[in-house]
C-alpha cells in the first residue's frame, strides 16, 4: 500500500494490515524466491518503468497481484482449516524424488498413476496394494500426458504428436498389455473415458471443443460441443456426466447416451470428476476461496 501510494492504517488503529502484509511478503518469497521482491521493486522503480506497481509485479511474476494475493488467502485459510482436522494414521505408500499424478482407483484394488523423474521417459505405472510385487509399468514414453485408462486386456492413454514444426496435437492411443501392440483411435484429444469398448473423448474443434461417442464397433458420432468440454465419466453402460463451458457459464451435464439428449443437473464451475459409488459423483469445485472435494448423488 505505501509504495503504491495509498492510505495505510495507522498504528491507533492497529497492527493487522502490517501483520498480514508481512505474511503475504513470506508467501511470494518462498513461493517465487528470495531475489523476487528485488526485481519487482527495481521493474517498479526504473526510470524507462511508466506503469504501477501492479503491472511491475505482473511483469516480473507473469501473475496479477489480485490473483497471487487471492491465492494468498486460500493458502492461509486452507492452512487454518487443516488444523481443525482430526488425526488419521496415514501410510505412506510411495516416496522418493517422482513427481506423481492423476492417481486412479481401479476395479480390482490396484492404484495406478503418472510418474515423472525428469530425467528418464515417462511413464504410467500400476501396483497393487495388497501385494509386495514391484511396479507394473504399462506405458512408457517421453510424450505422455495426463490420465491411463486400464481394462483387462488394453491401457489407453494420450500421447504428444509433433507431427512437423508448426503443428502438434494429442492422441488417444490402446495399447494392447500383453502384445504390446498400440493403435491411434483419435487425433486432437484433450480428455476421455472408457466402458466396455466404447469411448468418450473431447476433441478441439477450431476456438471450441466437442464430445464425441466412438464405439467398439468402430462408429464415431458428435454429442455435444461448448467453448470448453472436460472430464467426460461414464456411469453405466448408458448414462454420462461431462462439465462444460459456454461463456461465462459453467454447467455438470448428465448424458443419456441411448437416447441422446443430456440434462444441466449442476451450474458450478466442477473440475476433476470421477464417478464414486452407486451413481454418485465425486468432483472439486473451487467455492469460497478454496478447492474443496464434494460427493454428489
Not at 24 to 41: A, E, H, P, Q, T
Not at 112 to 129: G, I, L, Q, T, Y
Request: hydrophobic share 40%; net charge negative.
Amino acid at each position: 500500500a505505501q509504495i503504491s501510494n495509498r492510505r495505510m492504517l495507522r498504528w491507533p488503529q492497529g497492527s493487522g494490515a502490517y501483520i498480514v502484509g508481512a505474511k503475504f511478503v513470506d508467501y511470494v518469497v518462498n513461493k517465487y524466491g528470495r531475489s523476487i521482491l528485488m526485481d519487482i521493486y527495481h521493474e517498479f522503480a526504473s526510470e524507462s518503468y511508466l506503469g504501477s506497481f501492479e503491472a511491475a509485479f505482473e511483469s516480473v511474476i507473469h501473475e496479477s497481484l489480485p490473483s497471487v494475493y487471492q491465492a494468498f488467502q486460500d493458502y492461509t485459510n486452507l492452512r487454518y482449516l487443516n488444523r481443525l482436522k482430526i488425526e488419521r494414521p496415514v501410510e505412506t505408500l510411495q516416496s522418493g524424488p517422482l513427481l506423481r499424478s492423476n492417481l486412479s482407483l481401479q476395479t480390482d484394488g490396484s492404484i495406478s498413476w503418472h510418474e515423472n523423474d525428469f530425467h528418464s521417459p515417462a511413464r504410467h505405472v500400476m501396483w497393487r496394494m495388497d501385494s509386495t510385487v514391484t511396479l507394473d509399468i504399462l506405458v512408457q514414453d517421453p510424450f505422455l500426458l495426463g490420465p491411463a485408462v486400464i481394462d483387462t486386456e488394453n491401457v489407453y492413454f494420450l500421447r504428444f504428436n509433433q507431427t512437423d514444426i508448426y503443428v502438434s496435437r494429442q492422441d488417444l492411443v490402446q495399447k494392447n498389455r500383453g502384445s504390446g501392440t498400440e493403435a491411434i483411435l483419435a487425433e486432437h484429444v484433450n480428455a476421455f473415458d472408457i466402458n466396455s469398448g466404447d469411448i468418450l473423448w473431447v476433441e478441439s474443434v477450431g476456438q471450441g471443443e466437442s464430445l464425441n461417442l466412438t464405439r467398439a464397433t468402430g462408429s464415431v458420432e458428435r454429442l455435444i460441443t461448448a467453448d470448453s468440454i472436460s472430464s467426460p465419466r461414464w456411469l453405466s453402460s448408458r448414462y454420462a456426466c461431462v462439465v462444460v463451458r459456454s461463456g461465462l457459464k459453467d454447467s455438470l451435464l448428465k448424458l443419456d447416451i441411448g437416447k441422446r439428449t443430456h440434462e444441466t443437473i449442476l451450474d458450478v464451475p466442477v473440475r476433476d470428476l470421477a464417478k464414486g459409488p452407486d451413481q454418485a459423483l465425486i468432483f472439486v469445485a473451487d467455492t469460497q476461496g478454496l478447492s474443496q472435494a464434494f460427493l454428489f448423488d
